[in-house]
């Protein structure tokens, strides 16, 4: 079961994987498609098929198969409150299959919510390589961030959209840009974000989306084998440095001793 589970979510997962800080267009229709898919494989449909493929694995291999219109016996507390008629198939696709594709798909909703998908779909207009709407940026700006931008700045805003969409058309630099992570560098090399400050606004809140990725698990990962219980005394400063030289191991490694003892 496992075995199908991960097939429907290897490709997002590899997706998540790549160190990147952009979500492309790609990777959200990826996490729209695997709830497709977990979904679709929760139907009736799909457990049957799931089952007809135990069967026969358990077939070729000489595996027992219990009875699955037998009735299931369950243990401990839950005995008390089992119901009538419970079979053992009624205990596989309810308790075991159905509850395991119930949590994967709760998961993907508490990451990748309605609100965080809307966003960054939204968000992909804003990279010139695909396209640019204006009233569409306008309205997630008014309503993902009306903290952000009061109503002189949305009015600022959509100004500077409209100079920044015929600036895009005659710079063959901004039209090959790709991700939003470039177009914020892109502005800041050319100096174009003293010019359009509130498009570089918007691009950096875009770029602190509070979207959970492998990346941030990665991070309470190796807090965990930072802060051991011999080390669960130490200052937050000091436990800071160790987690940032852990994350970026990439970048630390190519620091020497040397370097850092001239530096200190």
């Known amino acids: ?31 729209q498609s695997t709830k497709v898919l977990l979904e679709q494989m929760r139907l009736d449909d799909g457990w049957e098929t799931f089952i007809c493929k135990v069967v026969e694995f358990c077939v070729g291999h000489g595996v027992d198969i219990p009875n699955m219109e037998g009735t299931y016996i369950m243990h401990g507390d839950r005995a008390r409150r089992q119901p009538d008629h419970f079979t053992n198939e009624c205990y596989f696709r309810v308790e075991i299959f159905r509850a395991t594709i ?43 961030y009306p903290a952000d931008f009061n109503q002189q700045e949305r009015l600022r805003l959509e100004n500077q959209m409209n100079d920044f969409i015929v600036d895009v058309s005659n ?26 400050t509130m498009i570089d606004r918007l691009l950096r809140l875009l770029l602190i989306l ?14 965990k084998i930072t802060e051991t ?14 987690l940032v030289v852990h994350i970026e191991g990439e970048i630390a490694g190519e620091y020497s001793h040397e370097d850092i003892i001239a530096d200190f």
């Open 102 to 144: 119930d949590t994967q798909l709760a998961e993907l909703n508490l990451k990748f919510n309605e609100k965080v998908l809307g966003l960054l779909s939204i968000s992909v207009t804003l990279i010139p390589k695909i396209d640019l709407h204006l009233s569409v940026l306008c309205k997630m700006v008014e309503k993902y």
């Open 171 to 196: 710079s063959e630099l901004l039209k090959n840009i790709a991700t939003i992570a470039e177009l914020c560098r892109c502005l800041v090399e050319t100096g174009r974000h003293n010019t359009f």
């Open 210 to 223: 509070p979207v959970s990725t492998a990346s941030a698990e990665r991070a309470f990962s190796i807090l």
């Open 229 to 242: 219980r011999l080390r669960n005394k130490m200052e937050d400063e000091f436990l800071a440095n160790s």
């Open 1 to 31: 079961m496992m075995r199908e589970i991960m097939e429907i979510t290897e490709q997002l997962g590899q997706a998540l994987q790549k160190k990147i800080q952009d979500i492309v267009i790609n990777d959200i229709r990826l996490v």
